[in-house]
């Protein structure tokens, strides 16, 4: 087992270039199955473990994938398999997003049930009424999902219940191949799904809308290759805002585009942190004292949950009473108890966390719950009085390139090491192109 140890302190300082989405990236190589001719070729990869994930998933199912410098090619024009085995979707639950392109592009997909995970049951209903719409007959058993249509799926009006990120991708993705026009209402409007549009696009499909409330695609009969470069990842962008401002420092996030960062630099600001847009990124100046805010996550434009976590970091050390409210997922706050751990006067209420800072932050050993738990631990532990050491590294390995070392560079005191003899080691992340 690996631990990251940080010894809090130093103000960070400098510049950090943040990667591709993770948010992004999936769903784009899950859609590289729709182009039965050419090749995709996807830039701006980041090598995370979800990464390495859903390329064997599409490996598994038949289409040629190579991984090298930030690079994907996918060549899905082969005869592919229909079915998602359990192995990979318990890694990772995004491997569910192949579901829409194999109905689309077989007639037929099995994908294994996801199951809950760390920060909620994460039901995948929205997806499948969506299937349904389109004719397709959707039944559970046996722990898989299976989705048929007889014959082409067919265009169709969708109200999701709730603007699910995965069920617009899943849906979108499906409709593309579909016969007719699909008109889908309360979407998701994140940037990750402008992002996928504009790579189907790119392919040959016809979405128009995506990044309002409505989307609007109308099918054609066949989609090519084609080549896309990945937006930058804008909560690995946050979690680096986050950093400088914890510590009073004053960085440079390369590669943040404020545009879809609107949220959460609305609420730093209101704690009292500086910011200023420079040509190739956003510069972050933290204050000596921060101010408590009230926080409450929603689907985008709202504050995201992905960056919930780190923002009670955040205002674990600013100075009076916050309040975080949970709005998407029903259980995503594991992490309090390890805030606990590190002295943090903080309470769960319902849906909701009370905290009053600022804390006498202490170090301790903490276990990641999640991935954005993850980043949050060693956010504190970057102010924490003496020594922090974090566990289950899988999870940030999941969402982070070599966090630590894009930390340490900024001057950070922290270190990645194996936990029994605690010297320094190399995270997965960091071995260039295991697949190559
Ligand atoms: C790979 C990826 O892009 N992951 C992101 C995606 O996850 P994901 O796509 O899973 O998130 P959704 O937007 O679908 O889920 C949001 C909420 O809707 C519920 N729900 C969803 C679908 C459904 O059919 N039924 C249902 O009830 C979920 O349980 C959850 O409570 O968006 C989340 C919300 O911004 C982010 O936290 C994740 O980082
Ligand atoms: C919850 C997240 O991801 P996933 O949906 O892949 O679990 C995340 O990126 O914070």
């Given at each position: 087992m690996e631990k990251i140890i940080v010894r809090g302190g130093r103000r960070l300082s400098g510049s950090v270039k943040v990667e591709g989405a993770k948010n992004a990236v999936l769903p784009v190589i899950a859609a590289s199955l729709l182009a039965s001719d050419g090749k995709s070729v996807i830039r701006d990869v980041p090598t995370l473990s979800d990464v390495y994930t859903i390329n064997e998933v599409l490996r598994y199912l038949n289409a040629d994938v190579t991984f090298k410098n930030n690079e994907v090619t996918v060549d899905a024009s082969r005869e592919l398999k229909v079915e998602a085995p359990f192995e990979y979707v318990r890694k990772m639950r995004a491997s569910v997003l192949v579901m829409g392109s194999l109905l689309a592009r077989n007639g037929r997909a099995r994908v294994a049930l996801p199951g809950g995970c760390a920060i909620g049951s994460r039901p995948i209903d929205q997806h499948l009424k969506g299937f349904e719409a389109m004719g397709a007959t959707v039944k559970v058993g046996n722990g898989f999902i299976e989705a048929e249509s007889n014959g082409r799926l067919h265009g169709a009006k969708i109200y999701l219940d709730f603007p699910s990120v995965g069920a617009t991708e899943n849906i979108m993705m499906a409709a593309t191949l579909a016969q007719g026009t699909t008109i889908i209402e309360n979407v998701a409007k994140e940037p990750e799904i402008v992002d996928l549009a504009n790579f189907l696009n790119k392919m040959g499909a016809k979405v128009?809308?995506?990044?309002?409330?409505t989307i609007r695609i109308e099918g054609v009969d066949v989609l090519f290759g084609a080549d896309h470069t990945i937006i930058p990842d804008r909560i690995e962008a946050g979690t680096f805002m986050v950093a400088a401002a914890i510590t009073g420092g004053n960085v440079l996030v390369r590669g943040a585009v404020p545009e879809h960062l609107t949220s959460l630099i609305a609420k730093m600001e209101e704690m009292g942190v500086m910011f200023e847009e420079e040509a190739d990124g956003l510069r972050v100046i933290g204050p000596e004292k921060l101010k408590a805010v009230d926080i409450k996550t929603m689907p985008h434009p709202g504050f995201p949950t992905d960056m919930q976590s780190q923002m009670m970091a955040l205002l674990l050390h600013a100075n009076g009473t916050s309040m975080i409210t949970e709005t998407v997922f029903e259980n995503r706050f594991m992490h309090v108890e390890e805030f606990r751990r590190m002295n943090a006067d903080i309470k769960i209420e319902g849906r909701s966390v009370i905290l009053n800072g600022p804390c006498n932050l202490q170090g301790a050993e903490v276990a990641a719950t999640d991935l954005r738990a993850a980043a949050a631990l060693i956010l504190t532990g970057l102010v924490a009085d003496g020594v922090t050491r974090v566990t289950e590294l899988k999870h940030l390995d999941r969402g982070y390139v070599d966090f630590h070392q894009k930390l340490a560079v900024l001057g950070a005191d922290i270190e990645r090491v194996s936990a029994v003899e605690e010297t320094p080691s190399f995270p997965k992340a960091f071995v260039a192109d295991l697949n190559a």
């Open positions: 128009r809308g995506a990044g309002t409330g």
